[in-house]
């Protein structure tokens, strides 16, 4: 599995972008959000990545960010969201808009996104109440902060593991306030799976 790629951005369109890893051309689809935050053609971009497999296709879809990228995993696992209804709705709302209108069950809100008809939307608020708390991008849940980088790698790291989005985001606070600024992803994550097995 492709975990992120790092290269030149050779082009876009309205939904991808190519990225050249030492020569080879990666089509990367992407949500208007990345490709606004990914900067100019030429210069050096990484992206987080999904690779997606279907019985006739790969595919890869990019993301600015971790918590972009676990959003994109909450939301295509609600039945009727694929990847480019995912998408749409990532190009359209804010991650805090998402966390407000999931919490509130405004399924008005996510059905602003291409795609999302009414009874879409209310499946979507439906289901995503329960899990959702701890993916965004930036802001604070249930008071901890959301960690940015290597430990928003690590928080998603515990979410596939099957943490809660608040325990994997408090256990990944603690860790990293006992590890210091040093610290790997690899003992990140070992401590916070300590930290939130207790």
Do not use: C
């Amino acid at each position: 599995m492709i975990a992120h790629l790092k290269g030149r951005l050779d082009s876009t369109g309205i939904d991808h972008a190519v990225i050249d890893v030492g020569g080879v051309g990666y089509l990367v689809g992407a949500s208007a959000r990345t490709l606004a935050a990914i900067g100019p053609l030429g210069e050096a971009v990484m992206l987080h990545t999904e690779m997606l497999v279907g019985e006739d296709f790969l595919r890869l879809v990019g993301f600015a960010s971790a918590g972009e990228r676990d959003w994109f995993r909450l939301l295509t696992g609600v039945q009727g969201v694929g990847a480019r209804v995912a998408l749409a709705i990532l190009s359209a709302l804010e991650p805090e808009d998402l966390v407000r209108a999931i919490a509130a069950q405004d399924k008005a809100m996510v059905a602003r996104a291409n795609g999302v008809g009414p009874k879409l939307a209310e499946r979507i608020v439906r289901e995503l109440k329960d899990k959702v708390g701890g993916i965004a991008l930036g802001g604070a849940v249930h008071g901890v902060p959301i960690a940015e980088g290597i430990g928003a790698d690590a928080v998603s790291a515990l979410l596939n593991l099957g943490f809660r989005p608040a325990e994997a985001a408090g256990a990944v606070k603690a860790a990293e306030d006992e590890l210091g600024a040093g610290a790997t992803l690899d003992t990140l994550v070992r401590l916070a799976l300590r930290k939130a097995a207790k």
